[in-house]
């Protein structure tokens, strides 16, 4: 069964930095772009930033400036560096992918992991 599984999230002070990561579990083929998103409560779920495998990156205009976005160089990982947090970057982070190509299955759409809660207080 392939997933998407994120972790490092955490508690941190304004200013602060974390790096979350995301890891895809299962036999894949490819993954061509990747990307976090975040839901805040009562809003609905944004973009923070994504990458496609021929290195194209776009940010929200929220954290340009402050996070990074980064693949590995294997087929399912994707990284986000947060420097400079806000108390307004609080929120869940979900690591998404568009399409999973994956033998026996094809190409799954679509795909979330199950979020990583970020949460910058004093």
């Known amino acids: 069964q392939v997933q998407l599984q994120e972790s490092g999230g955490g508690l941190v002070q304004p200013g602060g930095s974390l790096r979350l990561s995301c890891e895809a579990s299962g036999n894949i083929f490819t993954i061509n772009a990747m990307g976090w998103y975040r839901q805040s409560p009562g809003k609905t779920r944004e973009l923070v930033a994504r990458?496609?495998?021929?290195?194209?990156?776009e940010y929200a205009d929220s954290v340009k400036g402050r996070f990074t976005i980064s693949r590995g160089s294997g087929r399912g990982s994707v990284w986000l560096q947060m420097n400079s947090l806000k108390l307004e970057d609080t929120a869940v982070y979900y690591c998404h992918a568009p399409q999973i190509a994956a033998p026996g299955v094809g190409v799954l759409t679509d795909v979330w992991g199950q979020g990583t809660q970020v949460t910058v207080s004093s």
């Open positions: 990458t496609t495998s021929g290195g194209t990156v």
